[in-house]
């Protein structure tokens, strides 16, 4: 007879409640749906109990949303048996997976400039600042004919629908230019917010140095930032931190005056503050929007990168993670009630808050970065914006699996780094942990999307591409993506 071992148990002591995260119907077409279970259990070693389905892509919506004049992408026909979103939710909750909606709202595709985001120096970017009402509006509206769909296809299904989220790991995209930070966003909606809440407050940081300086530098390729800010943090804590990682010397002569540095820390964490409570209003706004009037309660979610305080995100975690007002949950600014994040990226264990461990390092950044990449070299007008045109075919396939291979390098697989995860939520312990969330993304199958997307025609697709060799003209490219101000890479790992 075969000897059990401790590992077995301690195994099957984290499975919680687990979820396999599709982030694009494209890749549907090199996995059967109908595979789904056993595609997670040969990773997992265990079956999902749901799945994550996208609500919209880069390039478009999954289906029609009633008022919204925008395209529809051409993987919302995931095949011929399986011909639009609604047939999609059917066929997994008929195998007993519940449903859950994810949106990242910036929709890029939404061509409407007054909503996209600006950045401080009033560049702006194709993408859509979730703190202005009409994207709240559009976002809600798409989101809760999402929901809408899923329940109609989960009537009579063993899986239902379970919950709803937004990907917020980067909705303020950020970027660097000679030393100097531009942050987004700081559109008239942003702007006037600040104003409200603190006036005068922005005005600090149009000029350089600014208080942004003690935690973010320009690294010459992207951001190196500070990001194990607390929300109680104090001045002095922010200090300590600049000094450590010697980002206070751009103040010069001026980094050795303590009262002045101490006022800089000051404004930095109001500015952190404000732009927290403007973004969990956003986020609650939306929520009501996309699930107001529904028989039952549905879950939301968020999707974070899980630091302390995320720079492109707006918001401080551990705040979500505080006892909501008795009373006033509502309007108590907890905008969810599931968090999912790396569980790489800090120590962080929420003890109110039930959450998730999405196992991917930085949650969905570097997987809507790919998408992003994916998306402007097939679709011809951001083709041409970031200057991929000039490039071939070749070396724009070249780009996009570069992403991919920095995508995939950060997949967190196998059964036994469950065992490194949070405590599951028990009588036991004081961790909220309710499960962990896959992602249906390798190699493998990223190299068969790749391989099967359509690359716009360039503007030219000779002379000058072709005399320069792939790996000079990728790093121009990478170099003119990074700069692009839709393109807020940051960070000394990029590479
Ligand atoms: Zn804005």
């Known amino acids: 007879m075969a000897r059990q071992f401790r590992i077995q148990r301690l195994l099957s002591e984290t499975a919680g409640n687990n979820l396999l995260d599709i982030p694009h119907l494209g890749f549907l077409r090199h996995v059967e749906p109908t595979g789904i279970k056993d595609w997670f259990k040969q990773r997992w070693g265990l079956e999902p109990d749901g799945v994550v389905l996208p609500v919209a892509h880069p390039e478009g919506l999954l289906f029609k949303v009633e008022g919204v004049e925008e395209p529809i992408s051409p993987y919302g026909r995931v095949s011929d048996a399986l011909k639009d979103f609604q047939e999609l939710v059917h066929l997994f909750a008929q195998q007993g997976l519940n449903i859950y909606l994810l949106l990242n709202p910036t929709l890029e595709f939404v061509r409407a400039a007054p909503l996209h985001i600006v950045d401080i120096v009033g560049d702006s970017s194709h993408a859509l600042c979730i ?55 700081f559109c008239a909606s942003c702007e006037q917010w600040f104003e409200d809440h603190a006036p005068g407050l922005l005005r600090r940081f149009k000029s350089f140095p600014n208080p942004w ?20 943090s104090t001045p002095d804590h922010i200090l300590e931190l600049s000094r450590q990682k010697g980002f206070d010397k751009v103040f010069g002569d001026r980094a050795d005056n303590l009262l ?3 006022e800089q820390a000051n404004v930095l964490l109001r500015y952190m ?30 999707v974070m990168e899980g630091a302390e305080y995320g720079w492109t995100s707006g918001v401080f975690l551990k705040e979500f993670d505080r006892i909501p007002l008795p009373g006033l949950e509502a309007g108590d600014g907890i905008p969810c009630d599931e968090i999912w994040f790396d569980p790489a990226a800090s120590d962080l264990m929420l003890t109110n ?3 998730r461990s999405y196992m991917w390092g930085r949650a969905r950044y570097y997987i809507d970065e790919f998408l992003r990449a994916v998306n402007s070299v097939s679709n011809p007008l951001k083709r041409i914006a970031t200057g991929v045109a000039l490039f071939s075919e070749a070396a724009a396939k070249a780009l996009v699996r570069r992403r991919l291979q920095q995508c995939v390098a950060r997949a967190m697989t196998g059964s036994t780094i469950l065992l490194s995860l949070p405590p599951l939520r028990s009588p036991h312990t004081q961790s909220q942990r309710i499960g962990f969330v896959g992602t249906l993304l390798t190699q493998d199958l990223g190299e068969k999307f790749i391989e099967e997307i359509q690359i716009a025609e360039g503007l030219s697709e000779s002379s000058e591409a072709e005399e320069k060799g792939v790996s000079e003209l990728l790093d121009l490219l990478m170099k003119s993506l990074r700069n692009s101000s839709s393109d807020g890479s940051r960070s000394e790992d990029d590479d």
């Open 260 to 262: 002045y540095l101490r």
């Open 353 to 355: 808050m039930p959450f």
């Open 213 to 232: 300086n003690l935690v973010l530098q320009d690294s010459g390729t992207g951001i190196r930032f500070i990001e194990d800010i607390p929300p109680d």
């Open 273 to 302: 503050q404000v732009r927290h409570e403007q973004v969990a209003n956003a986020l609650s706004e939306i929520f009501s929007e996309a699930l107001h009037n529904l028989e039952q309660p549905i879950a939301r979610f968020l």
């Open 131 to 185: 703190c202005n009402p009409t994207s709240r509006a559009l976002i809600g509206a798409i989101l809760g004919t999402a929901v809408d769909i899923a329940l109609e296809a989960t009537n009579d299904t063993p899986g239902k629908l379970a919950g709803v989220g937004l990907d917020i790991v980067d909705i303020f995209p950020m970027g660097a230019r000679k030393e100097k930070l531009e942050l987004t966003c």
